[in-house]
């Protein structure tokens, strides 16, 4: 709001023209989006304490192929039902989705509690929660996505603060998980998490929103229902992702990326850093892809690039150093500094991406989308995991490492060449509740 709308009986002078000062930027912590940060901050924390559970507790009981299974049916459920996930966040609202798929945490990792307190869970159990916990993510990860523009009036500022407490979640979340299992027990730490759930489904259910612009529709996250089929409401989202050439493009790059860079790099950097340096050390570089992350989500917060995705593409050709310093064997003090480059990058891209993705699509399809594009991009690093141990069959793994390097320039280059990728301009912000208008694809 300007001067003269706050103070209209005041003179001016030319000295101080009204339309000299720009608009004041939005508040960004209103009512809405904190008790949507909230939730997905508790949400976070809790699935980054899951992986050291599922290490410690299963491991301990069924060694490191029940922890293998039970993650891979995680993550295969997850694969399979995300883009149904999409069509049922559009079809009855995103808010009521993720809503549900918290309580169904809820009660899946309290069965877990109560299994583990009673005594040593049996394996059936187990990969039975996996897989109801891997459908519920999938019915939530896509209205997460559709959500950020209803709750923030500026998506980029949003994603970034979003990006910081994941980075920091994933940073503290695995430690204080370790601690709890060493001062406790496997029940505790499974009690804990269906906590945090509960605390993100009262955070979201608490969310008002404020009805659409020219919708008569009392619940505004609440898209009009379709008449369509879900296999019509599929269709319509595929062909919504398809005629975005800058966003499919992307997608088949990063399954790439996740075959050949994200999907090996866990097992692969830490059996060289563990050998050669030992646990401890391969524990602090993921501590400083943390810190690096947070550093990324901060460096967003502050830059607002007219052609979002190209600077995205400059930032992830960072992300090269850290396959690279691993491969050539660099010492603590390099492989630390080449961790936080490149989680800064890969955090400055995914806030770029998400952005993108938010402004630049129709709202009632949105979700659908979403689902397209974590349905490629998961897949890819699912694949990309099954393939390292075979691959070692082929070469070392500081070679393949190399090629994961080499892989990761390659992929700048590509996404900065693509002109559908290079040329995508940032969408204006809007004020108040409307959406960000989207552009042509």
């Known amino acids: 709001m300007t001067t003269s709308q706050t103070q209209p009986h005041t003179r001016t002078t030319p000295s ?3 339309a000299s000062r720009p608009p004041a930027r939005p508040p960004l912590w209103d009512r809405r989006f904190t008790l949507f940060f909230a939730a997905r901050t508790v949400s976070l924390f809790g699935d980054a304490m899951m992986p050291v559970a599922a ?80 459908a519920a993510v999938a019915m939530f990860l896509p209205g997460a996505n559709g959500m950020v523009p209803l709750v923030a009036r500026e998506p980029q500022r949003a994603n970034a603060t979003l990006k910081v407490a994941d980075a920091l979640a994933h940073l503290l979340g695995p430690a204080f998980a370790g601690l709890l299992m060493a001062l406790t027990n496997a029940g505790t730490l499974y ?15 608490l969310i ?8 008569t529709d009392s619940t505004p996250d609440t898209p009009a229902r379709t008449a369509g089929s879900l296999r019509h409401d599929l269709r319509q989202g595929w062909q919504e992702f398809r005629a975005r050439t800058w966003m499919w493009a992307v997608i088949l790059i990063w399954m790439g990326y ?40 901060l460096l967003a917060l502050r830059l607002r690039p007219v052609r979002p995705l190209a600077a995205g593409a400059v930032a992830m050709a960072l992300y090269t150093v850290l396959p690279l310093c691993v491969a050539l064997g660099a010492g603590l003090p390099v492989l630390l500094a080449c961790h936080v480059l490149g989680g800064g990058a890969l955090a400055f891209w995914s806030v770029m ?17 979403s689902a397209y594009e974590l349905a490629g991009s998961v897949s890819g690093i699912a694949l990309g995991q099954i393939l390292a141990g075979p691959a070692l069959t082929l070469a070392s793994a500081d070679r ?11 992929g700048c280059v590509v996404l900065f060449a693509i002109p559908a990728i290079r040329t995508l301009r940032r969408a204006a912000s809007t004020e108040g509740d409307k959406r960000v208008a989207p552009s042509t694809p």
Not at 98 to 126: E, H, K, N, Y
Not at 191 to 205: E, Q, R
Not at 208 to 215: C, K
Not at 353 to 369: D, E, F, G, M, Y
Request: glycine share 14%; proline share 6%; with cysteine.
């Open 191 to 205: 009690a804990l998490d269906a906590g945090t759930f509960l605390l993100s489904a009262l955070c979201l259910a």
């Open 55 to 134: 290490a410690l507790a299963v491991g301990a009981l069924y060694g490191i192929s029940g922890v293998g299974f039970v993650l891979g049916t995680w993550t295969g459920t997850f694969v399979l039902l995300v883009l149904f996930g999409g069509v049922l966040a559009d079809r009855f609202g995103a808010r009521r989705m993720m809503v549900i798929a918290d309580v169904v945490r809820v009660i899946t990792q309290g069965v877990l509690a109560a299994a583990f307190f009673a005594g040593p869970p049996p394996f059936w159990l187990l990969v039975t929660m996996a897989a109801l916990a891997g």
């Open 258 to 297: 996740g075959v050949l860079v994200f999907g090996p790099l866990v097992p692969l950097s830490s059996a060289l850093v563990g050998t050669r340096l030992g646990p401890h050390a391969y524990g602090l570089t993921v501590s400083f892809l943390g810190l690096g992350a947070v550093l990324g989500g």
């Open 400 to 410: 393949l490492l190399l090629v994961s390097a080499g892989t990761c320039l390659v």
């Open 16 to 18: 101080d023209p009204p």
């Open 353 to 369: 991406w998400a952005t993108s993705v938010q402004t630049h699509t129709p709202p009632a399809v949105l979700n659908r989308v």
């Open 208 to 215: 008002r929103l404020a009805p659409a612009v020219g919708s």
